[in-house]
């Protein structure tokens, strides 16, 4: 048994559940009102005690087991929750083994090196007399002393070696300060220096409040670069990082949404202003790690765009508009095809608003503090954002260049997981360029293959009778655990599997493809390795997971491998299993809904959502069906003929 399944079986779910969420017995079954999002009319969220499972048949459209609901109710990752759960059910977790004990050493002297330095700054502002030019221009910004105080902003002495002479005095080698990122070398003279001169300095601190990086603005009129950050090194990472996120996380929970910005400058006064729900992006096209670190506490975010950055002047080139900010000399990037993908996966909810022409937040808050509220009022989804920047000049005479607009704009709406949604920005698009709906559909790249097909009045329907589906499940698992097998032994897989599923117009493989959280979790990690560019072989793997998720690795690969003469057509025999498996979860899905349905027939004062799910339920069988016919030999040869 491994910890997961020996904690689960210590706790019961309807107990964990009722809690924080009032059940009502339901026949054998447990009802209640969704905790994630707004449900008064009709219970939608139901715990199943048989199975120790949970599902809201609601807008959510969510489930699984107990660690599953604790992740989404705390907004904890799955270290957290097993840490928690296992507190709640006696169970002692292994010790991790020992720690480099000089490498952790190392990452304690860099850890107070940097916060060493976020004070020798702020105290170089508050009393310098060389600072005076950096404390007129906080004046002029309108920040007060406890502002600087919070933030901890600071300043750079104008000397190549002042910071390198503090800190040496203290003890600290050179090594040591440009491991940090505080000197810069110069490999052909051989020497080193300062990195930050003559600058304001912003510390930049991880979620847990500790300083991991600067970023500094110049303070001479045509200082290049206008804003500096600290070098990539072992503590800072600017794609997994936000700006202000240690002060924001309990305003953004409260809130429930996040604010993205791009400046520190945004930040600072918005937190100032009181709007603490505030972070930025650190001058970088958004990342999938930056909103994982925020869907701990929101799904909602909100991405604030400069006017001049994301206005009418803005170039849309392969969806993405590249601009340069109004002091910076940085490139941000707006990748609406990126954003759109990491809102699928993440099951979140990203809108777009662009500040007026001129003005950032910084300005606006400072200017008339009431407005900022009203400006994300009018945040728009991403698509709507881009359909709008992509036509806003464009001349309609010109059918190639709305041709050439049509091709950038319709992969992104195939981007879209939900067919509704899918349909609404194709009929959008098509009003927007003054063209009919059906020549989109016609041209190459509309071809989603995503139609729903509605079943034929009078065809029969087949009721499922109540079964516990312990045989079914363990098949599913079983696959699943194959599919890992392989990924493990051939990681390269995972990118295959995926261009395939797109080609079949499927979602790509996310953590709720699989029903155990050990695997979701394991998903998730490979997932890391290959988007750092790090073949995610079983050594990187190893040491990037916790004990629970060791011994999830030692038990796959006790399952056999492929023959090495099969590998060629392993990809595709796995999204086949993908496939499979989802269909299974979708018949098991309509199953409860069934069960339920009979059951509460005098309970449901309505049961039309519960009788529209069950049909978009079969809706998607018929699309997976038809993607898997695609793929086998014999739709290709009917490809072929026709």
């Known amino acids: 048994m491994s910890v997961t399944q020996d904690i689960k079986s210590r706790l019961d779910i309807v107990d964990i559940v009722s809690e924080q969420v009032p059940l009502r017995k339901s026949g054998h079954n447990y009802a209640g009102f969704c905790p994630f999002h707004s449900n008064t009319r009709t219970p939608a969220f139901y715990v199943f005690p048989e199975t120790q499972t949970w599902r809201c048949f609601g807008a959510c459209a969510d489930g699984g087991d107990l660690f599953t609901y604790v992740m989404k109710k705390e907004g904890w990752e799955f270290r957290e929750t097993l840490e928690y759960l296992a507190r709640r059910a006696g169970v002692t977790l292994e010790t991790a083994p020992p720690v480099d004990k000089a490498q952790q050493a190392f990452a304690n002297k860099m850890e107070d090196l940097l916060g060493a330095a976020a004070d020798y700054f702020h105290q170089l502002l508050l009393y310098a007399p060389q600072a005076e030019q950096a404390r007129r221009y906080v004046e002029r910004r309108g920040l007060t002393a406890e502002t600087l105080a919070t933030f901890q902003l600071g300043y750079a002495l104008d000397s190549w070696d002042a910071c390198r002479s503090h800190f040496t005095a203290q003890g600290y080698s050179d090594d040591d300060l440009l491991q940090a990122g505080m000197l810069t070398e110069n490999p052909e003279k051989g020497t080193r220096y300062d990195r930050f001169r003559n600058r304001l300095m912003f510390a930049i601190r991880n979620v847990e409040g500790q300083v991991v990086g600067f970023g500094a603005r110049t303070l001479e009129k045509d200082g290049i670069p206008k804003y500096l950050n600290s070098p990539q090194t072992t503590l800072f990472d600017k794609s997994h990082l936000l700006y202000g996120l240690d002060l924001a996380r309990r305003h953004v929970r409260e809130a429930r949404q996040a604010v993205i910005v791009e400046g520190y400058m945004d930040v600072i006064q918005a937190h100032q202003a009181g709007f603490g729900n505030v972070v930025a992006q650190m001058g970088t096209a958004l990342t999938e790690q930056q909103l994982q670190l925020l869907k701990r506490y929101t799904k909602r975010f909100v991405l604030a765009l400069d006017a001049d950055a994301a206005g009418q002047k803005a170039t849309l080139r392969s969806l993405q508009v590249a601009r340069e900010t109004l002091d910076r000399d940085y490139e941000v990037r707006f990748d609406a095809q990126g954003l759109v993908r990491h809102e699928a996966r993440l099951k979140a909810d990203i809108r777009v608003v662009t500040m007026p022409d001129g003005e950032d937040p910084d300005s606006i808050i400072r200017a008339d503090m009431t407005r900022w509220p009203l400006l994300l009022a009018q945040a728009r989804p991403i698509v709507d954002y881009v359909i709008d ?163 999830r690795i030692k038990t796959l690969e006790k399952l056999p491998l492929i023959a090495e003469s099969q590998l060629d057509n392993l990809a595709e025999k796995l999204v086949h299993s993908v496939l499979d498996w989802r269909c299974d979860r979708i018949k098991q899905r309509n199953r409860e809904l069934q069960q339920l349905l009979r059951v509460q027939r005098e309970e449901v004062a309505d049961q039309r959502d519960f009788y529209q799910q069950i049909l978009a339920g079969s809706q998607e069988l018929q699309r997976i069906n038809r993607a898997k016919e695609a793929m086998s030999a014999v739709g290709r040869r009917r490809a072929e003929q026709g």
Request: aromatic residues 4%; contains cysteine; hydrophobic residues 40%.
């Open 389 to 551: 920047t992509a036509t806003a000049d464009l001349d309609m005479t010109d059918a190639k260049a709305k041709s050439a607009v049509a091709q950038q704009v319709l992969p992104l709406i195939l981007e879209l997981g939900d067919p509704v949604e899918r349909e609404h920005y194709r009929q959008l698009l098509a009003r927007a360029l003054q063209v009919d709906e059906m020549t989109l559909r016609q041209m190459p790249t509309a071809q989603d293959g995503r139609r729903a097909a509605v079943p034929v009045m009078g065809q029969k329907q087949v009721v499922a009778k109540p079964v516990s589906g312990g045989g079914r499940k363990t098949a599913v698992n079983n696959r699943e655990a194959n599919f890992l097998r392989h990924c493990l032994q051939y990681p390269q897989l995972l990118l295959q599997i995926n261009q395939q599923l797109r080609q079949a117009r499927q979602p790509e493989l996310g953590e709720t493809d699989f029903g155990q959280v050990e695997d979701r979790a394991l998903l998730g990690q490979m997932y890391q390795q290959l988007r750092y560019g790090v073949v995610a072989v079983r050594s990187e793997l190893w040491d990037s997971s916790d004990d629970v998720l060791r011994e």
